[in-house]
């Protein structure tokens, strides 16, 4: 069974950064592609940023030029590094996994809560 356990949320100002990091276990890391996903209250989850084995990478419009997502595959993490955060990025942010040739992510961490503030 696939596990995701993700850290680095916290509480920041407008303008700084955060890193989000999701260890997975369970499974062979390489046939996932791994995605961050978030919900802020009262709206639907969101997609933010995909990345695949070989690093390609997918962002939402919202994040673009502002967040990268990477993979270390050495080490089983993904991470979803968020520059130049502002309050609308405050929301819950999943980690989640899919494999290879499967449109539907299948796998969700905990969530990690990020809030900022203006």
């Known amino acids: 069974q696939v596990q995701l356990v993700e850290s680095g949320g916290g509480l920041v100002q407008a303008g700084d950064s955060l890193r989000l990091s999701c260890v997975f276990s369970?499974?062979?890391?390489?046939?996932?592609?791994m995605g961050w996903f978030r919900q802020a209250p009262g709206k639907e989850r969101e997609f933010v940023a995909a990345?695949?084995?070989?690093?390609?990478?997918n962002l939402a419009d919202s994040v673009k030029g502002r967040f990268t997502i990477s993979r270390d595959n050495a080490k089983n993490t993904v991470y979803l590094q968020m520059n130049s955060l502002k309050p609308e990025d405050t929301a819950v942010y999943y980690c989640?996994?899919?494999?290879?040739?499967?449109?539907?992510?299948?796998?969700w961490g905990q969530g990690t809560q990020v809030t900022v503030s203006s």
């Open positions: 990345v695949t084995w070989g690093g390609n990478t």
């Open positions: 369970g499974r062979t890391f390489a046939r996932y592609v």
């Open positions: 989640a996994g899919r494999e290879s040739l499967v449109d539907r992510y299948d796998y």
